[in-house]
């Protein structure tokens, strides 16, 4: 997990909190009030609700679009929970919380670079009963193909 999770208040402007996300080369900010992880905003945060608004930029508040209902795990779980955990819920930004305070954060692509975690992600797809979000598929079907021969690619890593 990365520990120097960069937040953000929640009166803060979008717009510096995009400045930012581009500053860091970070795809989203941990929204943080009274030193508590109260929210997240992502770029598909401000793509979607941003433009929808058609408020000037400078006066919404990342409040405004953050996404309340923070997907979170804990320092001490295992690599294969976290994944289950993102796979249902259907996050690939995982905020580490302990005692309510963020230690670090882990991002589904972090974890695709590893090959045995990869594995463990083609075993957990192979077992939802629905196939996760194509905003997911996206990062992990690349490096799928990278590690496993084309004549036993599944349906998901096919397409």
């Known amino acids: 997990m990365v520990k120097d999770v960069i937040t953000v208040a929640p009166r803060e402007s979008i717009k510096r909190a995009a400045e930012l996300m581009n500053k860091n080369e970070i795809g989203c900010l941990i929204v943080v009030e009274d030193g508590k992880p109260v929210g997240i905003v992502t770029e598909r945060d401000m793509l979607n609700r941003v433009l929808i608004l058609k408020k000037k930029i400078e006066k919404i508040e990342v409040c405004d679009v953050m996404t309340k209902s923070l997907v979170s795990g804990k320092p001490d779980m295992e690599i294969k929970s976290a ?34 975690v990869l594995l463990e992600m083609s075993e957990i797809i192979k077992n939802m009963e629905h196939e996760p979000p194509e905003r997911m ?23």
């Open 137 to 159: 598929v996206k990062v992990i079907n690349p490096l799928f193909r990278m590690i496993t021969p084309i004549e036993s690619r599944t349906k998901l890593e096919k397409d």
């Open 83 to 116: 994944l289950r955990l993102m796979f249902k819920h259907g996050v690939k930004k995982l905020p580490i919380i302990e005692e309510n305070h963020l230690v670090g954060l882990v991002t589904l692509t972090d974890l695709a670079y590893s090959r045995g």
